[in-house]
C-alpha cells in the first residue's frame, strides 16, 4: 500500500504557472505507475497524465497537452506536475493516483488515491 499527499494547489491568473507535487510513503515507489487527474465543480473526475514507474513513458490529456509536464524523483518518492499556460478551465481539485502496473500508462483503474489540492486559475 502507498499513501500519497498532493501540495502546490493555489490561486493563480490565466497564463501562469504552478507546480503541483505528490509525495508518497509505504511500499517502494518505483513500484508504482503514477497518475495525476482533476475535478472540476458539477464534473466528474478525469484524467490528467500519467507516467510509468521509471519515467520512461508519459502520457496527457489533449486538453493540457503541450502544457502540462509530468515528472518523478524516485529517490525522493516524489511526483510532480508542471502546469504552464493555465487557463480558468483548468480549475479543479487535483488528485495524485498510483497503481502496481508499472510498465503500463494507464487512464483509469488506479488503485491508491491523495486527498486532492485545489488549483484557481482567474480570468
Known amino acids: 500500500q502507498v499513501q500519497l499527499v498532493e501540495s502546490g494547489g493555489g490561486l493563480v491568473q490565466a497564463g501562469g504557472s504552478l507546480r503541483l507535487s505528490c509525495a508518497a510513503s509505504?511500499?517502494?515507489?518505483?513500484?508504482?505507475?503514477m497518475g495525476w487527474f482533476r475535478q472540476a465543480p458539477g464534473k466528474e473526475r478525469a484524467f490528467v497524465a500519467a507516467?510509468?514507474?521509471?519515467?520512461?513513458?508519459?502520457d496527457y490529456a489533449d486538453s493540457v497537452k503541450g502544457r502540462f509536464t509530468i515528472s518523478r524523483d524516485n529517490g525522493k518518492n516524489m511526483v510532480y506536475l508542471q502546469m504552464n499556460s493555465l487557463k480558468p478551465e483548468d480549475t479543479a481539485v487535483y488528485y495524485c493516483?498510483?497503481?502496481?502496473?508499472?510498465?503500463?500508462?494507464?487512464?483509469?483503474?488506479?488503485?491508491?488515491w491523495g486527498q486532492g489540492t485545489q488549483v484557481t486559475v482567474s480570468s
Open positions: 509505504g511500499r517502494i515507489f518505483s513500484s508504482y505507475a
Open positions: 507516467i510509468t514507474w521509471s519515467g520512461g513513458g508519459t
Open positions: 493516483a498510483a497503481h502496481g502496473r508499472r510498465f503500463l500508462l494507464k487512464r483509469d483503474g488506479y488503485d491508491y
